[in-house]
């Protein structure tokens, strides 16, 4: 959301790098801000590790979901499907607790969304394909909190140590303000396959975006297929440029 400096005295903007999602709740919308880290050392390694061991515990419900849709002939329980995952491999489930809890979420929330979009008249599918990664959640106050030291820490568990990392600023493009921490809600932890680089997906509140005035839209560019690129008015006209 406008621009995140980094912690080193740099300056990125968020809108070069991601997306904004933006979802109403509660009267109130929000985005979800796409930051760019670094990570090194022990906290990349741990990092791969976390996301890889997500994707095999999507996996994992994913089959065992199938498996009850066949001999049950209905839908497992967000308690079902907990059952089954506390029956896995210890290893497999040396994640934050909160992030266990998001998978169990997400593959509920596909489920639904696919059944949804049946309906809507479109061919989808339930959740069937193998992930060898997923982000690791971290919600707030449990899952990442702020330091003693002003840093941003992400907690991968009780008993392992957390990935911490330089506290972003976020600026909310509505008023150009500072969006603080305090009013930050789960953050994603996501490894870009195509950038090979780290980012942090930030849910923040921000201002409901101005309705347009019908009168003064000039038109629609079906040319614009990037979905990061903007339209802007110049002196000359409009120059429509991506990144």
């Given at each position: 959301l406008g621009s995140v400096r980094d912690g080193y005295g740099g300056s990125v903007g968020v809108g070069l790098y991601g997306l904004f999602v933006a979802h109403r709740d509660r009267a109130e919308v929000w985005r979800t801000a796409v930051v760019p880290v670094v990570l090194t050392g022990v906290d990349y390694r741990r990092a791969h590790e976390g996301c890889?061991?997500?994707?095999?515990?999507w996996n994992e419900l994913v089959a065992a979901q199938r498996k009850y849709w066949e001999s049950v002939n209905a839908d497992p329980s967000c308690k079902d499907l907990r059952r089954v995952m506390y029956a896995l491999?210890?290893?497999l489930l040396e994640l934050h607790s909160h992030t266990k809890q998001?998978?169990?979420?997400?593959?509920l929330d596909a489920v639904a969304t696919s059944r949804t979009n049946r309906k809507a008249g479109l061919k989808v599918r339930a959740p069937h394909r193998l992930k060898a990664y997923r982000p690791l959640s971290f919600t707030r106050n449990f899952?990442?909190?702020v330091t003693p030291q002003g840093r941003l820490g992400l907690s991968l568990g009780r008993g392992r140590a957390r990935i911490v990392l330089p506290l972003p600023t976020l600026l909310d493009p509505a008023t150009g303000l500072d969006v603080p921490p305090?009013?930050?809600?789960e953050l994603r932890l996501c490894w870009d396959r195509d950038g090979r680089r780290w980012a942090l997906h930030i849910a923040v509140p921000t201002q409901p975006a101005p309705a347009?005035?019908?009168?003064?839209v000039m038109g629609v560019d079906?040319?614009?297929?990037n979905p990061m690129t903007i339209a802007v008015q110049t002196p000359d006209g409009f120059d429509a440029g991506g990144h």
């Amino acid at each position: 959301l406008g621009s995140v400096r980094d912690g080193y005295g740099g300056s990125v903007g968020v809108g070069l790098y991601g997306l904004f999602v933006a979802h109403r709740d509660r009267a109130e919308v929000w985005r979800t801000a796409v930051v760019p880290v670094v990570l090194t050392g022990v906290d990349y390694r741990r990092a791969h590790e976390g996301c890889h061991k997500t994707g095999l515990l999507w996996n994992e419900l994913v089959a065992a979901q199938r498996k009850y849709w066949e001999s049950v002939n209905a839908d497992p329980s967000c308690k079902d499907l907990r059952r089954v995952m506390y029956a896995l491999d210890p290893a497999l489930l040396e994640l934050h607790s909160h992030t266990k809890q998001a998978v169990v979420d997400d593959l509920l929330d596909a489920v639904a969304t696919s059944r949804t979009n049946r309906k809507a008249g479109l061919k989808v599918r339930a959740p069937h394909r193998l992930k060898a990664y997923r982000p690791l959640s971290f919600t707030r106050n449990f899952g990442w909190r702020v330091t003693p030291q002003g840093r941003l820490g992400l907690s991968l568990g009780r008993g392992r140590a957390r990935i911490v990392l330089p506290l972003p600023t976020l600026l909310d493009p509505a008023t150009g303000l500072d969006v603080p921490p305090a009013d930050w809600g789960e953050l994603r932890l996501c490894w870009d396959r195509d950038g090979r680089r780290w980012a942090l997906h930030i849910a923040v509140p921000t201002q409901p975006a101005p309705a347009l005035d019908p009168i003064r839209v000039m038109g629609v560019d079906e040319g614009i297929i990037n979905p990061m690129t903007i339209a802007v008015q110049t002196p000359d006209g409009f120059d429509a440029g991506g990144h």
